[in-house]
């Protein structure tokens, strides 16, 4: 394991003391001898020595002031190391895509005597299952057509062999070190599972190269892990590897859900005290779709299950935190651009210098002494990430209300527009899907209204929109 400073990370130093600061968002740890000699060490890389620096390490991994690397297990390691693998595959009617995706099992960087690929048939009407046989995969039937997902991995996860159990599903293909990158992260004995870098398989048409980055799939670049709480981390089934005994002390997948059943079964390991953890490796192909109408129909799918996830987990929910001051400048920005008029720009000006003194004064007492412009710009960051936030909350759950409203009264129109403007300028800047902006707005655009659709569907069937519930909390 290799430990180095995160990006936007350093040590700042003063007369009472050394401290390490982020300035994403503006965070700061004070740092004494041992720790300042033990960051230091941090700037090319570093293997820890002992329990101890491990320990601090990964606290500091956390809270995003270290980031790690994982060393990948080689075939050439002592074998009797290496753990067992179950691949399980969901299947119904994907011939080719299976053929792509067991070919691509066998080029995997690890021992082919540790794996187990087992291939679970849902009712297929084509040769699916004569490709399963002769690709060497374990054949097994659901039992029934069209089961679902959740009930065929089952199948497959209840006759395995192996200690830990890969799921990636047919129309999926996995990079050569897909395991080799993942699996060290089961030293750790609290996790239950860990799921990698979801990509693309295609880049070829604009929706491809949206899915790419896009896709709710794809987790993003940063690592991420939870254990026990109330937020709605989880990791998707498509590239998944878990422990067999966690798997099966939760029961498995609910076969039930056709959707969210990955969503699920990972906040039940959480709530039975288990971690999970996202690492932004791993590499799992992804055939997404790529015509337009399934595009959205998938979306509208995922959007459903939110109300039968919060009836499931009533105490997860989304929650948002709003400091005041904040909130009051981003109103103020807000009404000026909905009012085309600069006379609140001054005093949201004037309370973004206050907040900012406010937090150079409350620094200072700690003994960290910042520039005010270094303060200010971090201050100004965070209302910017504020107004991301409330808008891309907004854009999920309520942009077909927002148009109605558009339409029925004009002046709330340019609003409407602007805020999908902004989030979608946001995200496009950070995914970088490598298309032009106009074609990630019109997809960006579709995606949202899906979801939205989708998830209000979905609670108006139950009689509950209590996922709709937005957990605010000051500070």
């Not at 896709?215 to 991420?224: Q, T």
């Not at 527009?417 to 970088?432: E, S, T």
């Not at 995606?447 to 659709?453: F, I, N």
Request: glycine share 10%.
């Amino acid at each position: 394991m290799i430990y180095r400073l995160a990006d936007g990370i350093s040590i700042e130093a003063s007369a009472q003391g050394s401290f390490l600061v982020s300035s994403r968002p503006l965070r700061m740890v004070r740092l004494n001898k041992a720790l300042l000699k033990l960051i230091e060490r941090l700037d090319d890389g570093i293997q820890p020595e002992s329990a101890a620096e491990i320990k601090v390490l990964e606290s500091l991994v956390k809270s995003g002031f270290v980031e790690r690397d994982f060393t990948k297990l080689q075939g050439s390691q002592d074998l009797q190391r290496l753990p067992s693998v179950s691949i399980v595959i969901p299947v119904k009617d994907r011939a080719d895509d299976l053929r792509n995706c067991l070919t691509s099992l066998q080029q995997l960087d690890y021992p082919q005597d540790k794996v187990e690929v087992i291939v679970v048939d849902d009712g297929s009407s084509d040769n699916t299952p004569q490709v399963a046989e002769e690709l060497g995969a374990v054949l097994l039937a659901s039992g029934v057509v069209g089961g679902g997902p959740a009930l065929a991995r089952n199948k497959g996860a209840a006759v395995a062999s192996g200690e830990i159990l890969a799921f990636i599903d047919s129309d999926c293909s996995a990079a050569e070190d897909w395991l080799a990158d993942l699996l060290p992260a089961f030293s750790d004995e609290k996790l239950a599972a860990v799921g990698g870098w979801v990509d693309g398989m295609h880049h070829g048409s604009v929706l491809d190269r949206y899915e790419a980055v896009m896709s709710s799939l794809n987790l993003g670049r940063r690592e991420m892990s939870g254990g026990a709480g109330g937020d709605t981390f989880y990791l998707p089934s498509c590239n998944l590897l878990m422990r067999k005994t966690a798997f099966v002390a939760a029961g498995g997948f609910r076969t039930e859900l056709q959707v969210g059943e990955d969503v699920d079964l990972t906040w039940r390991l959480r709530d039975a005290g288990w971690k999970i953890q996202y690492l932004p490796i791993g590499t799992v192909y992804h055939a997404h779709r790529a015509v337009l109408w399934p595009f959205m129909r998938r979306r509208f799918d995922y959007g459903t299950s939110e109300g039968l996830l919060q009836q499931l987990h009533p105490l997860r929910g989304k929650k948002m935190l709003l400091p005041p001051m904040l909130v009051s400048i981003l109103l103020l920005m807000t009404v000026a651009a909905v009012t085309f008029s600069l006379l609140p720009l001054p005093a949201a000006a004037l309370l973004l210098l206050i907040d900012s003194c406010s937090t150079k004064r409350r620094m200072g007492k700690q003994g960290l002494c910042l520039s005010i412009g270094k303060i200010l710009t971090a201050r100004i960051r965070a209302v910017g990430s504020l107004g991301y936030y409330l808008g891309y909350h907004l854009l999920r759950y309520y942009l077909l209300p927002l148009l109605l409203m558009s339409i029925l009264y004009l002046p709330a129109a340019p609003l409407t527009l602007g805020l999908l403007l902004a989030v979608g300028l946001v995200d496009y800047r950070v995914r970088k899907p490598g298309m032009s902006l106009p074609g990630f707005y019109h997809c960006y655009f579709l995606e949202q209204l899906a979801y939205g659709s989708g998830a209000f569907w979905g609670c108006f069937k139950l009689k509950s929109f209590a996922s709709y519930r937005l957990n605010l909390q000051s500070g």
